[in-house]
Protein backbone atom coordinates (compact mmCIF):
# COMPACT_ATOMS: atom_id res chain seq x y z
CA UNK A 1 0.00 0.00 0.00
CA UNK A 2 3.12 2.23 0.94
CA UNK A 3 4.49 1.65 -2.57
CA UNK A 4 1.27 2.70 -4.23
CA UNK A 5 0.74 6.03 -2.27
CA UNK A 6 4.33 6.52 -3.35
CA UNK A 7 4.27 6.18 -7.11
CA UNK A 8 1.28 8.37 -6.51
CA UNK A 9 2.79 11.04 -5.09
CA UNK A 10 5.85 10.46 -7.43
CA UNK A 11 3.15 10.36 -10.50
CA UNK A 12 1.39 13.81 -9.43
CA UNK A 13 5.06 15.71 -8.72
CA UNK A 14 6.36 14.71 -12.44
CA UNK A 15 2.97 15.82 -13.85
CA UNK A 16 3.08 19.19 -11.85
CA UNK A 17 6.37 19.81 -12.89
CA UNK A 18 5.96 18.83 -16.29
CA UNK A 19 3.07 21.34 -17.00
CA UNK A 20 5.18 24.19 -15.11
CA UNK A 21 8.35 23.36 -17.09
CA UNK A 22 5.89 23.46 -20.58
CA UNK A 23 4.65 27.13 -19.57
CA UNK A 24 6.50 29.72 -21.45
CA UNK A 25 6.51 33.81 -21.08
CA UNK A 26 6.01 36.83 -23.24
CA UNK A 27 6.69 40.75 -22.60
CA UNK A 28 3.97 42.73 -23.90
CA UNK A 29 3.63 46.34 -23.57
CA UNK A 30 0.05 48.21 -24.34
CA UNK A 31 0.22 51.21 -22.41
CA UNK A 32 -1.81 50.76 -18.75
CA UNK A 33 -0.60 47.96 -17.40
CA UNK A 34 -3.58 47.58 -14.97
CA UNK A 35 -5.78 47.35 -18.54
CA UNK A 36 -3.38 44.68 -19.91
CA UNK A 37 -3.69 42.71 -16.96
CA UNK A 38 -6.83 42.45 -17.42
CA UNK A 39 -7.10 41.71 -20.98
CA UNK A 40 -4.61 39.16 -21.19
CA UNK A 41 -5.71 37.16 -17.86
CA UNK A 42 -9.21 36.78 -19.22
CA UNK A 43 -7.35 34.66 -22.12
CA UNK A 44 -7.79 30.83 -21.65
CA UNK A 45 -4.06 29.38 -21.90
CA UNK A 46 -2.87 32.35 -20.20
CA UNK A 47 -1.68 31.84 -16.24
CA UNK A 48 -0.18 34.55 -14.85
CA UNK A 49 -0.08 38.18 -16.09
CA UNK A 50 2.38 40.23 -13.81
CA UNK A 51 2.64 44.34 -14.20
CA UNK A 52 6.42 46.05 -14.17
CA UNK A 53 8.42 47.80 -16.18
CA UNK A 54 11.24 47.02 -19.54
CA UNK A 55 12.90 48.19 -22.19
CA UNK A 56 14.72 51.17 -20.25
CA UNK A 57 18.58 51.29 -19.04
CA UNK A 58 17.24 52.26 -15.20
CA UNK A 59 17.96 49.79 -12.99
CA UNK A 60 14.55 48.65 -10.96
CA UNK A 61 12.36 51.29 -12.33
CA UNK A 62 9.63 52.15 -9.40
CA UNK A 63 5.89 53.64 -10.82
CA UNK A 64 6.43 56.45 -8.20
CA UNK A 65 9.94 57.07 -8.63
CA UNK A 66 12.39 56.56 -12.17
CA UNK A 67 11.09 54.68 -14.50
CA UNK A 68 12.65 56.36 -17.66
CA UNK A 69 12.88 55.25 -20.95
CA UNK A 70 11.05 52.06 -19.37
CA UNK A 71 7.93 50.77 -20.70
CA UNK A 72 4.91 50.15 -19.07
CA UNK A 73 4.47 46.29 -19.59
CA UNK A 74 3.03 42.86 -18.37
CA UNK A 75 4.92 39.21 -18.36
CA UNK A 76 2.58 36.74 -19.71
CA UNK A 77 2.86 33.15 -18.57
CA UNK A 78 0.71 30.95 -20.52
CA UNK A 79 0.67 26.90 -21.67
CA UNK A 80 1.20 26.74 -25.18
CA UNK A 81 -0.54 23.62 -25.49
CA UNK A 82 -3.95 25.95 -25.16
CA UNK A 83 -3.33 29.19 -26.34
CA UNK A 84 -0.04 29.68 -28.82
CA UNK A 85 2.25 32.49 -29.06
CA UNK A 86 0.61 33.61 -32.39
CA UNK A 87 -3.13 33.81 -30.72
CA UNK A 88 -1.17 35.91 -27.44
CA UNK A 89 -0.07 38.59 -30.86
CA UNK A 90 -3.50 38.76 -32.21
CA UNK A 91 -4.95 39.34 -28.81
CA UNK A 92 -3.02 42.25 -28.42
CA UNK A 93 -3.58 43.84 -31.36
CA UNK A 94 -7.11 44.29 -31.00
CA UNK A 95 -6.65 45.49 -27.48
CA UNK A 96 -4.13 48.46 -28.84
CA UNK A 97 -3.88 51.12 -30.71
CA UNK A 98 -1.34 50.62 -32.93
CA UNK A 99 -1.12 54.20 -34.54
CA UNK A 100 -1.08 56.17 -31.43
CA UNK A 101 2.97 57.35 -31.37
CA UNK A 102 3.15 59.51 -28.03
CA UNK A 103 1.05 57.41 -25.66
CA UNK A 104 -2.27 54.79 -25.53
CA UNK A 105 -5.82 56.31 -25.68
CA UNK A 106 -5.57 59.12 -22.47
CA UNK A 107 -2.31 58.10 -21.10
CA UNK A 108 0.63 60.03 -23.22
CA UNK A 109 4.34 59.78 -23.08
CA UNK A 110 7.26 57.48 -23.14
CA UNK A 111 6.21 54.67 -20.91
CA UNK A 112 2.89 54.17 -22.58
CA UNK A 113 4.03 53.28 -26.22
CA UNK A 114 2.84 50.20 -27.11
CA UNK A 115 5.85 47.20 -28.36
CA UNK A 116 6.10 43.47 -28.41
CA UNK A 117 9.29 42.15 -26.71
CA UNK A 118 10.70 39.48 -28.35
CA UNK A 119 13.07 36.65 -26.76
CA UNK A 120 14.09 34.91 -29.69
CA UNK A 121 14.42 34.85 -33.91
CA UNK A 122 11.11 32.80 -33.63
CA UNK A 123 9.11 35.10 -31.60
CA UNK A 124 10.68 37.78 -33.87
CA UNK A 125 9.19 36.16 -37.46
CA UNK A 126 5.79 35.73 -35.63
CA UNK A 127 5.91 39.27 -34.55
CA UNK A 128 6.95 40.52 -37.86
CA UNK A 129 4.07 38.44 -39.46
CA UNK A 130 1.10 39.83 -37.39
CA UNK A 131 2.32 43.55 -38.16
CA UNK A 132 2.34 42.98 -41.51
CA UNK A 133 -1.49 41.73 -41.32
CA UNK A 134 -2.09 44.43 -39.70
CA UNK A 135 0.09 47.16 -41.59
CA UNK A 136 -2.48 45.46 -44.45
CA UNK A 137 -5.21 45.98 -43.24
CA UNK A 138 -4.88 49.73 -42.37
CA UNK A 139 -3.04 51.02 -45.79
CA UNK A 140 -3.74 54.39 -45.34
CA UNK A 141 -2.28 54.42 -41.71
CA UNK A 142 0.85 54.59 -40.10
CA UNK A 143 1.46 51.31 -37.97
CA UNK A 144 4.19 52.22 -35.31
CA UNK A 145 3.89 49.85 -32.49
CA UNK A 146 7.14 48.39 -32.71
CA UNK A 147 9.24 44.77 -32.59
CA UNK A 148 11.89 45.02 -30.37
CA UNK A 149 14.33 42.63 -28.23
CA UNK A 150 13.46 41.36 -24.78
CA UNK A 151 15.36 42.93 -22.00
CA UNK A 152 14.98 42.70 -17.92
CA UNK A 153 11.38 42.52 -16.69
CA UNK A 154 11.01 44.38 -13.67
CA UNK A 155 8.03 43.41 -11.67
CA UNK A 156 6.31 46.13 -9.97
CA UNK A 157 6.55 45.30 -6.24
CA UNK A 158 7.00 46.06 -2.26
CA UNK A 159 4.82 49.18 -1.81
CA UNK A 160 3.31 49.29 -5.45
CA UNK A 161 1.89 46.24 -5.63
CA UNK A 162 -1.67 47.38 -4.90
CA UNK A 163 -1.25 48.07 -8.92
CA UNK A 164 -0.59 44.08 -9.64
CA UNK A 165 -4.43 42.69 -10.60
CA UNK A 166 -5.26 46.30 -9.84
CA UNK A 167 -8.76 45.70 -11.93
CA UNK A 168 -9.51 42.77 -8.99
CA UNK A 169 -8.41 44.53 -6.00
CA UNK A 170 -10.82 48.29 -7.05
CA UNK A 171 -12.87 46.98 -9.86
CA UNK A 172 -15.31 50.60 -9.66
CA UNK A 173 -11.83 52.82 -9.87
CA UNK A 174 -10.81 50.63 -12.86
CA UNK A 175 -13.70 50.67 -14.72
CA UNK A 176 -14.32 54.22 -14.22
CA UNK A 177 -10.33 54.88 -14.92
CA UNK A 178 -10.73 52.78 -17.98
CA UNK A 179 -14.30 54.00 -19.35
CA UNK A 180 -13.08 57.85 -18.96
CA UNK A 181 -9.70 57.10 -20.72
CA UNK A 182 -11.82 55.84 -23.33
CA UNK A 183 -10.18 52.84 -24.08
CA UNK A 184 -13.01 50.49 -24.98
CA UNK A 185 -14.59 53.39 -26.98
CA UNK A 186 -11.10 53.47 -29.36
CA UNK A 187 -10.44 50.21 -29.87
CA UNK A 188 -14.23 49.62 -31.36
CA UNK A 189 -13.47 52.49 -33.97
CA UNK A 190 -10.06 50.84 -34.75
CA UNK A 191 -11.31 46.79 -34.78
CA UNK A 192 -14.59 46.56 -34.70
CA UNK A 193 -16.46 43.31 -33.20
CA UNK A 194 -12.86 42.05 -33.25
CA UNK A 195 -12.73 44.05 -29.58
CA UNK A 196 -12.21 41.75 -26.65
CA UNK A 197 -13.02 43.75 -23.82
Not at 54 to 82: F, L, M, Q, R
Request: one cysteine or more.
Amino acid sequence: MKNVLALILLAASITSLASHAAEEKTILAGGCFWCMESDFEKLEGVTDVISGFTGGTHDNPTYNGSHDGHYEAVEITYDPDKVSYRELLDHFWVNIDPFDGIGQFCDKGPSYLSAIFVANEEERSIAQQTRREVVAQFPNRKVVTPILDAATFYPIKGDESYHQDYYKKSPLRYQAYRWGCGRDKRLEEIWGDRVTH
